[in-house]
């Protein structure tokens, strides 16, 4: 893996700044600096082996450590010039880690690792013991806590070439004053802070973070890390409530799909093209100009298979009743026998099949239980206070996206409805309806911690290749799921369209996101992707340039998300699947930009196509692209004659009756159908919620066919640029919508 070199060191005051976190408390502020005195100051010059060796007072005893790191051969790098992060325990945590490792030893009766692991002086005599525990701790790059968000990956591998996790959590602490007496509140309880802790590998919390030196940086840790690359299987393993689905995905072979992690054929990609780049301010960074901004680009450095697991635990399934459990026979699901015929009741199709086969009973419902990304809790759907805040109808209207999952030719809805204006209820897979407008199936409900089911004691649940979700009832791709609950118009974020968007942090990053730390470019950063590298999507590379943009707050785009596609381009990708068979009618979100200094939206010719390509050649040369009508000219603006939008708030309805308003209006949204185009929704504003996107003349949809689609089918839209100049294809979304919703009374949110 490439290495680069830091151009720049963080400002400790931004460091500082941006993980000394705001406190939640009953009385007064308690910043992670005032927490831990001394945590951050200003490199004065002294390196990662000067800090080690430094005041025991400030900085704590590592003798210990410095020793394994001698013996490992790593003290003269600790010395000299470089950018490293060090994770440094001190002497108390590598007591407690011999101590352990010899008390396990005993448990298995394992003399050799007796011998090793009989105190620190034993541990010296072993340089492969000492080489492991130190290349466990140092890497190769900076990697500031302040960069951490939430749960993740660290951003690069440790010397041992394995990838770390951490996991935030909420630590509780009393205040005290100057004579160590608790500080009360007014009502007399005792004054308590919150504040955000990380916990490295599931194993150590960071207990001093961001102390910078002139070669690196150096977190404080309160226990060794255990060397681990731990994916997904093993994470669930792990937790003695998950042994019904742990041993579910290995009878059906899911397991080893789940252990899947990097693209061993994706290409390195070179320094000035990667975000590493941004974030040193590097000079030689590749930039997309637009008639009004500038857009920095970034590729993924590596390409990761990640997924998410919805699991019900073992206590859960115990006593678990439903339509399907009664079909069954059964008394509560206790074993992996239990499930299958569960299963067996959901899809009676795949009953007998060997467990192994994508089509048995048991691995069509775990399939259906897997996304192929990672999302966390927060991360299902636009959760962004600036965004949804613009949600002026989020009482009424949820806000939700559409994910394929591992069973082929299946999606899944997940949805956030709001508790108030401003806050969310929870987050629901395969919920049809609101509570204030009819709720028409409630969903399943995914547990925001595992705290919801008294999991407590460690467990987490992320792991380098994803995690799981605790849900509340088990998840069937049924009649009722699919020609029910997603019979609707299904408005498919662009963003959610491949999961290597997801699965790379391109989608939901947000313009102006504080831990960008006031860095324009990470701002205004675009991801670019490989061809060939991209699920769902090809394209002609020496023709098309192609981005998954950051959340932009004011810009007329559903959620703020938003693909752009530009150059003389000719792209393609497959549909998420239908739920069921039917007639469909397929549109494409635009901006036109029409009367604004942006005059390069282009012309362009949409072709739809069933198949599935043998391979890259087959996908151009020899299918047959049926062309979907006539080039759409995207540059126009709603208000042009072939388009024919008027405003709903157009000041030739003023003299009208709200009755006749209303004629009106509708009469035009019918017009406008017939000449293959649709207003934008009422229930998303842009601009802070000054207008509803209804309202933007520029800001339509465009029909880009109606088919008869099958559910078990793949289907392709092809865009093909015709102008004799590059042009840009923005859009935000696209929507999918049965025949029974388009001939309907299709409502206008």
Known sequence: MRIYLKRLFKSVVMASAVLALASVQTSCADLWGEQ????????????IADYLEGKVENHGDFSYFIAILKEANLWGQMRTYGTYTCFAPDNAAIQKYIEDRYREAE????????????????????????DTIAKTHIFNNLMFASDLNGNGVLQHPNLLDRYVVYNSYADSVRLYDNDNNVIKSKDGTDSISIRL?????????????????????????????????????????????????????????????????????????????????????????????????????????????????????????????????????????HTVNDLRQYAEAVYPAGAGLPDTSRYSSLNKLLSYHILPCWLSYNQFNTSQKDITKNHKKW???????????????????????????????????????????????????????????????????????????????????????????????????????????????????????PSNGGNAKLNAMVYAYKSGYCKNFQWVEDQTRFFVRYRNKTFGTLNGDEITVRGTYDIAFRLPPVPSDGNYEIRIWNNSMAGTSVQDRGIVQFYFHQGTPSDANDFWRNWNWIP?????????????????????????????????KEQAIDANDRSMRNRGYMKAMDSYYSNNGDNPLRHDANCYRKIICNEYMEANTDYYIRMRQVWEEDGVLPFSFIEIVPKSIYEGNEDKH
């Open 36 to 47: 831990h005195p001394g945590t951050y100051y200003t490199n004065n010059g002294e390196t």
């Open 107 to 130: 448990e298995i009766n394992n003399s050799r690792q007796k011998a090793v692991f009989e105190s620190i002086e034993t541990v010296l005599q072993y340089h492969e013991v000492c």
């Open 395 to 513: 009482l009424e209207f949820d806000i939700e996206d559409f994910f394929e999952t591992l069973l082929p030719h299946s999606i899944m809805r997940i949805s956030t409805p709001a508790k108030t204006a401003d806050s969310p209820l929870g987050i629901f897979i395969n919920r049809k309806g609101t509570a204030k407008n009819g709720l028409e199936a409630e969903g399943i409900r995914i547990a925001e911690t595992a705290d919801e089911y008294n999991f407590t004691g460690g467990v987490t649940n992320i792991c380098v290749n994803g995690g799981y979700h605790y849900i509340d009832k088990l998840l069937t791709y049924d009649d009722y799921t699919r020609n029910e609950v997603l019979k609707c118009r299904m408005r498919i974020m662009a963003c959610t369209l491949s999961p290597d968007f997801i699965n790379s942090g391109g989608r939901g990053r947000l313009s102006g996101d």
């Open 197 to 333: 802790k990380y916990l490295i590998n599931m194993q150590a919390s960071i207990i001093a973070a961001d102390d910078t030196v002139q070669n690196g940086v150096v977190h404080r840790l309160d226990k060794v890390l255990r060397s681990s690359n731990q994916f997904l299987p093993g994470l669930m393993k792990e937790n003695p409530n998950l042994s019904v689905f742990y041993t579910g995905l290995v009878v059906t072979g899911l397991k080893d799909t789940l252990e899947q992690y990097y693209d061993d054929t994706y290409p390195e990609i070179p320094y000035e093209w990667t975000e590493q780049a941004l974030r040193d301010n590097y000079d030689g960074v590749h930039t997309n100009p637009t008639s009004y901004e500038t857009d920095y680009i970034a590729m993924p450095e590596k390409r990761e298979y990640k997924f998410t697991m919805f699991c019900m635990p073992d206590t859960a399934l115990a006593v678990y009743s439903d339509y399907y459990t009664r079909m069954a026979g059964l008394d509560g699901i």
């Open 628 to 660: 979907e009508d006539i080039p759409v000219d995207l540059r126009l603006g709603g208000a042009d004659a072939r388009i024919g939008m008027i405003l709903d708030d157009d000041d030739r309805y003023n003299d009208m009756t709200e009755t006749q």
